[in-house]
């Protein structure tokens, strides 16, 4: 019955059904090394003097786009690195959280002390045992749905030049995946970075992205 509930497409009711049905699990800096690869190549791109741009694809409550947001920060050392970052997941709850930018202060007790207190603001009073992004985070992401098996994705337009898509891919059979990674390709410009999750490999897409290492790839047609 709620089967075919949903299969007269109720909008509402199919967005309560796949924000309970997704998986979040998710932390600031997790897989450490993909951001230190990260910040060698802004700094790369940033030497061509040109804006850039980077879309995290599974945002989940945020720790992931507000990682790649002081990745940024670093690397240029400055608040208003030339980087804009698209943030999307499919989950409108989580979506909402990561908007408000605000969390337990377990969540960022791993983190060196230095990115806490440059990064992070602690609650006081009612919010204590919080703490929130900085806003000079928060104007570098735009939180938005998209859903990876949609025709199109109209919230991210290209070019893109570094995309995170981690720990996604495992949720989709080959035929799928490689169906999204056709969609990926075109998005990326010659110079672009794919971040894998550890536990995932496209060699079955060989014919599009080439691996550099450690779950990273480029477009297999670019010239070395």
């Known amino acids: 019955q709620y089967l075919a509930h949903l299969e007269r497409n109720d909008e509402a009711e199919w967005e309560v059904f796949i924000n309970s049905l997704t998986t979040n699990l998710t932390s600031f800096f997790r897989e ?67 908007a408000k930018g605000i969390y337990l202060m377990e969540r960022v007790e791993k983190l060196e002390p230095k990115r806490l207190r440059s990064f992070f603001l602690k609650g ?30 109209p919230n991210v337009p290209g070019p893109i030049d570094v995309m995170f898509c981690r720990n996604v891919m495992i949720y989709f059979d080959k035929p799928t995946q490689y169906q999204i990674l056709k969609k990926f390709a ?11 999750g550890h536990s995932e490999s496209f060699m079955h897409a060989s014919d599009l992205f080439r691996p550099l290492g450690r779950t990273v790839y480029e477009r297999a047609d670019r010239k070395r």
């Open 124 to 153: 006081a009073g009612t919010q204590a045992g919080y703490v929130r992004v900085r806003p000079e985070l928060q104007k570098l992401v735009t939180f938005t749905r998209v859903n990876l098996l949609d025709a199109r994705w």
């Open 32 to 98: 450490a090394h993909h951001f230190e690869i990260l910040a060698k190549h802004l700094q790369k791109l940033g030497a061509q003097g040109k804006p850039i741009r980077l879309w995290c694809s599974a945002a989940s409550t945020g720790e992931e786009p507000y990682s790649l947001a002081i990745t940024a920060c670093e690397a240029f050392e400055s608040y208003a690195p030339p980087v804009s970052i698209i943030a999307s997941d499919i989950d409108t709850n989580v979506l909402a959280t990561a």
């Open 186 to 196: 075109p998005l990326l410009p010659e110079d672009g970075l794919l971040f894998a």
